[in-house]
């Protein structure tokens, strides 16, 4: 009989007397919120849930307060699919699809893809990498990312089912005793056993009793995991002040008002013309003739 899990929430964890680290992670609410409002085929909902619990794994191993973006760019069915997840991780996500999904798998979505993955720290300068999609799952992809463009180690498992997702890291820190790529060939072989059941179901001292038996492992305490979208209406006023006020104005002569619907969230936005106008120069001819 498996133990109750605690959901929406990250456990770091590390071997002891080594340079191998790891996290897993369960999104159930999270997860649910973070969906809610957007109309998903099961398949893609599965792959956004991979994604999402892989974006809190990653944030989980950086350093720094501020934002990671996961991306996948395609020009075939599957167009786009964002994840979010801030330091605090708060996540959001959402996907763009060009036409019916054919087929269960993402391979079959996917045209001349690539992953975009940003970092956007609070301080400082945002850094962002794309590559070409390398691997047949979300798993492979960032795997090979990680170990090309940022030349660490990492080992990912990922399962979605539903509202529910799970996954589980592993990574090797650039330290190069021998002890260290001992222990990371052994337990990256013990972690390849894991099914989806097991990472679903179990919580995570169980799983990591069950995985790694053998091993000193010490298990941190957990962080707690939510959906929270940032859409608001400041970012509404300065996307359309990054829009300028031509572009404005033209929006204002065919609808009336401006309308901003969130990807994310679904939340709906209606700027009218005076509120409109008034994020421009006073010196500017606000009159529109209709």
Same mark, same amino acid.
């Given at each position: 009989m498996t133990q109750t899990i605690s959901p929406d929430q990250l456990h770091p964890f590390i071997f002891e007397h080594s340079a191998v680290r790891g996290n897993c992670?369960?999104?159930? =609410? &999270? !997860?649910?919120t973070a969906l809610e409002h957007q109309p998903l085929a099961p398949a893609l909902k599965q792959v956004i849930g991979e994604f999402a619990a892989a974006s809190v794994l990653l944030t989980s191993t950086l350093k720094m307060q501020?934002?990671?973006?996961? #991306? /996948? #760019? &395609?020009?075939?069915? /599957? =167009? !786009? /699919?964002?994840?979010?997840?801030? &330091?605090?991780l708060d996540i959001r996500a959402t996907a763009k699809v060009q036409e019916e999904l054919q087929g269960g798998h993402l391979t079959d979505w996917l045209e001349q893809g690539q992953l975009v993955i940003t970092l956007m720290p609070e301080e400082g300068e945002p850094y962002q990498g794309i590559v070409p999609l390398e691997g047949d799952n979300i798993a492979s $992809? !960032?795997?090979?990312? $990680?170990?090309? &463009? =940022? =030349?660490?180690?990492?080992r990912l498992w990922l399962t979605a089912e539903g509202d529910h997702a799970a996954g589980l890291l592993l990574q090797k820190l650039p330290q190069q005793q021998e002890q260290d790529l001992d222990c990371w060939n052994r337990v990256q072989h013990l972690a390849g056993t894991v099914t989806n059941r097991e990472l679903l179901d179990l919580d995570t001292q169980t799983l990591l009793q069950r995985l790694f038996a053998e091993e000193d492992v010490r298990l941190f305490d957990g962080r707690n995991i939510r959906a929270f979208c940032s859409c608001s209406q400041e970012s509404v006023t300065n996307m359309l002040q990054l829009l300028g006020l031509a572009e404005v104005r033209s929006i204002l002569e065919e609808q009336g008002s401006v309308q901003i619907q969130c990807d994310f969230c679904n939340k709906h936005y209606v700027v009218d013309e005076e509120e409109a106008l008034a994020l421009f120069s006073d010196d500017d001819d606000h009159k529109i003739t209709h």
């Open positions: 992670v369960h999104l159930d =609410q &999270s !997860l649910f501020g934002k990671l973006i996961l #991306q /996948l #760019q &395609s020009r075939g069915a /599957l =167009q !786009l /699919l964002v994840v979010e997840c801030t &330091s605090a $992809m !960032l795997e090979n990312y $990680m170990l090309r &463009s =940022q =030349q660490i180690e990492t």
